[in-house]
């Protein structure tokens, strides 16, 4: 074995012994103060989740507010997923939360919304309290505990209800791409390049109804599908150069969220049906309403109900404040004793 051979063996092992001690102190065996063996990496802060639909939603509450027109009580039933696609590694394809969805449409558009979806809280606090196992303080503070009383009537029922699912998941509508490579042929270290490309469309759809409730009447049917772009670029070079290979390869691949476009035909579907519950006319009632001075309970997410006259400081636009809370961009709490 020659000596230069050799020396490069050796610079081989020690950049890998350096490699494995860069790793050995990123990873320990042993806990450290805190409890944990590694610190995790990232720190993006919690964003709200618009999409294309939400400032229309937005826009539906603030004309209902400023015409002071009445919202109906709506209720959201089951909205599943009916395509049957799986993935690879066992899971849905498509989520299962489209209802959940739904609900934080109609509170972005300022509706009065009941919850039907799941009552087993509520269902088993009423056993509860039908067999008078549940107490509330009474008049004479906590010593005056007297059991809850079932009162008829008193929980308000739904005008409209919303159903439906998702029908369609759609792979490969149409794809395309291209593969070049060159390379040199006549020498002895010959460089090769190498360059690719590929983008592929699939679409998914959901059909929604609005149901009167007291009547059953379908009143309002909606279909909507999206389509969905995925694109892959990759690039290479492979060399031989003093004895040594080069072989260095760089790439890079998108594909549009397909959970994010179910929330967007969601919150397309519902401006529709709010618009229609509400009377708007079209997209020009957008340039006459406009955002409460004082501070709205709808904001990119969702709406509410304050419990207390704070609006000014608390609503619906803070909260999507991305450095609100967070403890080391929000000078408030990163300030505290905390």
């Known amino acids: ?24 102190g990123c990873i320990s065996s042993s806990a450290g103060p805190n409890g944990t063996y590694a610190a995790p990496i990232g720190n993006a802060p919690v964003t709200a989740n618009p999409t294309p639909y939400s400032a229309a939603l937005y826009c539906m509450g603030d004309y209902a507010r400023r015409y002071s027109l009445p919202s109906p009580r709506i209720a959201v039933g089951r909205i599943a997923d009916y395509t049957g696609t799986v993935s690879a590694d066992g899971g849905r394809q498509v989520t299962g939360g489209a209802s959940l969805m739904a609900m934080t449409a109609l509170a972005k558009s300022g509706a009065r919304i009941v919850e039907r979806y799941d009552t087993s809280v509520s269902e088993m606090e009423l ?4 067999n008078r196992l549940i107490g509330d303080e009474g008049a004479g503070g906590a010593d005056d505990v007297q059991y809850r009383r079932i009162i008829a009537g008193s929980v308000p029922g739904s005008d409209f209800y919303i159903v439906g699912g998702i029908t369609e998941v759609n792979y ?25 490309g590929k983008a592929f469309v699939m679409n998914i759809a959901i059909d929604l109804r609005l149901v009167q409730t007291t009547t059953l009447e379908v009143v309002d ?3 909507y599908q999206k389509q969905i772009i995925g694109r892959e670029v990759s690039a290479g070079v492979f060399d031989f150069l003093n004895g040594n290979v080069f072989d260095i390869s760089a790439g890079e691949g998108a594909l549009e969220p397909v959970q994010l476009a179910v929330r967007a035909l969601i919150e397309r579907a519902t401006v529709e049906f709010m618009a229609n519950l509400y009377g708007a006319p079209g997209p020009d009632v957008c340039l006459q309403a406009g955002p409460d001075p004082l501070g709205g309970t709808i904001g990119p997410t969702g709406g509410y109900y304050p419990a207390y ?30």
Do not use: E
């Open 1 to 24: 074995m020659s000596a230069g051979r050799t020396l490069r063996l050796f610079k081989t092992a020690g950049v890998a012994c350096a490699t494995a001690a860069l790793l050995s």
């Open 127 to 130: 056993r509860y309290a039908n």
């Open 172 to 196: 490969n509508i149409r794809s395309g791409g291209f593969d070049m490579a060159a390379g040199q042929a006549a020498t002895d270290t010959p460089l090769s390049t190498a360059f690719a």
């Open 221 to 223: 049917v909606i279909s």
């Open 309 to 338: 006259p704070n609006t000014d400081t608390n609503n619906g636009q803070t909260r999507a404040d991305p450095s609100r809370w967070h403890d080391s961009r929000d000078g408030d709490v990163r300030r505290s004793r905390y």
